[in-house]
């Protein structure tokens, strides 16, 4: 079956880095993005990576290892506006997104 | 402003009902999904259309139904078929041939509770 895993939760205070991994097994494999939704909203898009390496966008960076079918999500500075959920999802050989079960972040003062 | 509608917010419904969600966008986008979401749980696609008059089943598709009569609208049955109809639905859409990116537009999303 498709399955793209990622840790339930994470903590850290504001200001600290922090990591989300997401491994995926799905059949074919055509990117690797990252979604943010805050609790009550609609998910909205942070990041992609079609190939292997480190995309930055701001304080957001986001890195894929294809062989290893692994990819995370580092996010830096954290803020508090960051406490939210955050979704790794694959895009298969069907055309069709699927994501991982979500990671939710809490950010403390 | 461009962007996806989804109507209502909230619902809610008597068992052995059929309810249906409303979903629109003027982004001219070709393809639309429907995704479920439990609390705490990731998004489970249900139905998806890349062209109009033509649909596809996802993962969970029993107990609901689907059209795509315009480009524009991609409007969700929820049927009495359908077990555990109580969750929170997304509607998203993507222009088709830039969808690289795997950027999928969502709505607000409406909440339905059966009674």
């Known amino acids: 079956g498709q399955s793209l895993e990622q840790p339930s939760e994470v903590t850290a205070v504001e200001g600290a880095i922090v990591q989300i991994n997401c491994t995926y097994q799905?059949?074919?494999?055509?990117?690797l993005s990252w979604y943010q939704q805050h609790d009550g909203g609609a998910p909205t898009f942070l990041s992609y990576?079609?190939?292997?390496g480190l995309e930055e966008t701001g304080r957001f960076s986001s890195f894929l290892s294809r062989s290893d079918s692994y990819g995370y999500l580092l996010l830096q500075e954290l803020q508090m506006k960051d406490s939210a959920s955050y979704f790794c999802?694959?895009?298969?050989?069907?055309?069709?997104?699927?994501f991982g079960t979500g990671t939710r972040l809490q950010v403390f003062p | 402003d461009g962007g996806i509608t989804q109507s209502p917010k909230y619902l809610f419904r008597k068992e052995g009902q059929n309810v249906t969600l409303s979903c629109e966008q003027n982004?001219?986008?070709?393809?639309m999904y429907w995704y479920r979401q439990d609390p705490g749980q990731g998004l489970r696609l249900i139905y998806y259309?890349?062209?109009?008059?033509?649909?596809q089943k996802g993962d969970i598709a029993e107990g609901y139904s689907v059209s795509r009569e315009k480009k524009e609208s991609f409007p969700l049955t929820v049927t009495s078929a359908q077990k555990n109809p109580t969750a929170f639905y997304l509607c998203?859409?993507?222009?088709?041939?830039?969808?690289?990116?795997?950027?999928?537009?969502f709505g607000p999303g409406t909440r339905l509770t059966v009674l």
């Open positions: 998203a859409s993507t222009p088709i041939g830039t969808s690289g990116r795997n950027e999928q537009f």
């Open positions: 799905t059949s074919g494999f055509y990117g």
């Open positions: 990576n079609a190939l292997d």
């Open positions: 999802a694959v895009r298969d050989d069907t055309d069709k997104l699927i």
């Open positions: 982004l001219n986008h070709d393809a």
């Open positions: 259309s890349q062209i109009v008059n033509d649909f």
